[in-house]
């Protein structure tokens, strides 16, 4: 079965670094375009970073040069590096990647669960 699993959310004090990893289980399966989207309570989901697998990259502007989203295509990872967490920055994350599976020419959108980011001192 393909799906996203995520890990690495957790408490951490402003100023502070987090790194949530979303790996790509399922055989076959290999990354395209990787993206990290979080959503705080009573806002709406909003997008933090995207990766094509060229390497292209975007960031929202509230977390540019400070986070870092890159992947690691062998193993079917994808991170975001957190660094100078603000307690704004707290909200649920989730993984979202375009997979493509098997012989199939036209990937897939999947998400992750959504993990828990909280910063706070």
């Known amino acids: 079965q393909v799906q996203l699993v995520e890990s690495g959310g957790g408490l951490a004090q402003p100023g502070g670094s987090l790194r949530l990893s979303c790996s790509a289980s399922?055989?076959?399966?290999?990354?395209?375009?990787l993206g990290w989207y979080r959503q705080a309570p009573g806002k709406e989901r909003e997008l933090v970073a995207t990766?094509?697998?060229?390497?292209?990259?975007r960031y929202a502007g509230s977390v540019e040069g400070r986070f870092t989203i890159h992947r690691d295509n062998d193993n079917k990872v994808g991170y975001l590096q957190m660094n100078s967490l603000k307690p704004e920055d707290t909200a649920v994350y989730y993984c979202?990647?375009?997979?493509?599976?098997?012989?199939?020419?036209?990937?897939?959108?999947?998400w992750g669960q959504g993990t828990q980011v909280t910063v706070s001192s």
């Open positions: 979202n990647a375009d997979l493509f599976i098997g012989r199939d020419p036209y990937p897939r959108d999947y």
């Open positions: 399922g055989s076959s399966v290999s990354i395209n375009t």
């Open positions: 990766q094509t697998r060229p390497g292209i990259t």
